[in-house]
């Protein structure tokens, strides 16, 4: 009677050799961000990290702490967000993938599911991000891009936008484009941006920009510092003068949440 | 006394000139139209014409009839819809666009408004259409564009499916794309394609044809059967046949609607 009993308990139990068998997994992961409070765990609204988890929960019975490698803020999309997580189950990775998406809600999807080595950091080992920032410069607003563009009714030099915006390329220091947080906490503000272009057809103009790590909010103080120079109230000589200010005053207004994405992140 | 109250009663009714001054305004409407039973008032949800209607309504005080050139169906979305309507009103033309879209939900906006001709008759002056369709041909569901795209999981032959689109070119009898609807009414199923391809990047694949009119539900039924030659079920020379049958279980699958959206209409 009390073998029995230990048998039915050893049986409810985690196998011996569960935790030699951990994995780590890597995930890609799409969202549009509208209706969550960003990527990370919050207590005002639902986060992505959250779903994520919970779809983990769902499909594996643990209690997973997924990691992303860029913390998108409220509002902001995700086209190639890389996250991971360790697991005990056996699932082949490659499987994760369909059955995430199949207990994920509708507006977050894995495109990819790979095993790494279980010290994958997302965050300290991404070699290059792009982000892109989307604007709808029409004096109508836009129905279709209403989640993914920021409307921009005044027409803007996009020329000028263009001229601006290759003089951010290069290490520089990047303070006046950095929210108070930053320079007050004394994170380093020096960065290096390997890419910086406008790409435009009719409407929509779409600012891509790669580097290997980014300041909080940086991109948009950028994208709206180079709308201010597309409107005029900057020439685009001025973003020497504003980077070497070091202040964020120097700079033009941020640019709201919805119209960036973090399109991609390449490690190795 | 008399011609006080006189005055007053004139005064608060429309001026004499009022039917001479009616005018008529072509609007470009666009819409994402996941959250409507489509283009036409109808009693079993929100319609993009009674929104529209509404918007009129609360603008100039008038109950406007507003005509549209395509009546799209529920979920199918629109760049380019062209409608219009009559006023009394004073507004300049170029003015509706703001006025009317900050009375609109934002899921609709009106792009452009002119006016036109009283007698102008959106659906029966339309020149050229241009529809698309987008599938998302990857195994992992999309989250951006699951309201814009049919997710086929299957792996396409899309150089298959561009050899059966040419070969929908031309003024052939597409019966056996029409729904029952158009067979038995006896509307005329002989029409004309000026463009039938194929455009694609990565995942997505986009359907973009072009005609003066079209069969109601023929673009989701085309775009079903070409997904059934990518899939291999029909041979690109299949279309011959299909087309040959004029009956509309010859053909394949019909598509969903959510990948449909109405590019644009030329008039003149």
Redesign the interface.
């Known amino acids: 009677m009390r073998f029995m009993h230990l048998d039915i308990l050893i049986a409810g139990l985690p196998r011996e050799n569960y935790h030699e068998r951990m994995r780590t997994i890597r995930l890609v992961v799409?969202?549009?961000g509208t209706d969550y409070c960003g990527w990370q765990i919050q207590s005002n609204g639902p986060s992505v990290q959250a779903v994520l988890e919970e779809a983990i929960r769902r499909l594996t019975g643990e209690n997973a702490r997924v990691r992303g490698a860029s913390r998108t803020d409220s509002g902001v999309?995700a086209?190639g967000q890389v996250a991971c997580f360790s697991t005990g189950s056996e699932i082949p990775a490659e499987r994760f993938?369909?059955a995430l998406?199949s207990r994920l809600p509708?507006?977050?999807?894995?495109?990819?599911a790979v095993e790494v080595c279980s010290d994958f950091d997302p965050r300290r080992e991404a070699r290059r991000k792009q982000y892109s920032y989307t604007i709808w410069n029409?004096?109508?607003?836009?129905?279709?891009a209403?989640r993914?563009a920021w409307h921009v009714k005044l027409p803007l030099d996009v020329s000028a936008m263009e001229d601006a915006a290759e003089r951010l390329v290069g290490t520089r220091d990047f303070a006046s484009f950095a929210n108070a947080e930053c320079r007050t906490s004394g994170v380093e503000t020096v960065r290096t941006i390997d890419r910086s272009v406008w790409v435009h057809e009719g409407a929509r103009l779409q600012y891509l920009v790669e580097g290997r790590s980014f300041l909080y909010n940086r991109v948009r103080n950028i994208v709206g510092t180079l709308v201010d120079v597309g409107s005029g109230r900057f020439a685009p000589a001025d973003m020497e003068s504003i980077l070497a200010a070091r202040d964020r005053t120097a700079a033009g207004q941020g640019a709201p949440p919805h119209g960036l994405?973090l399109e991609w992140i390449r490690y190795g």
Request: proline residues 8%; charged residues 30%.
């Open positions: 799409e969202y549009d999309h086209r993938c369909q998406n509708g507006d977050v999807a894995v495109r990819e029409h004096p109508a607003r836009p129905a279709l209403r993914f994405c």
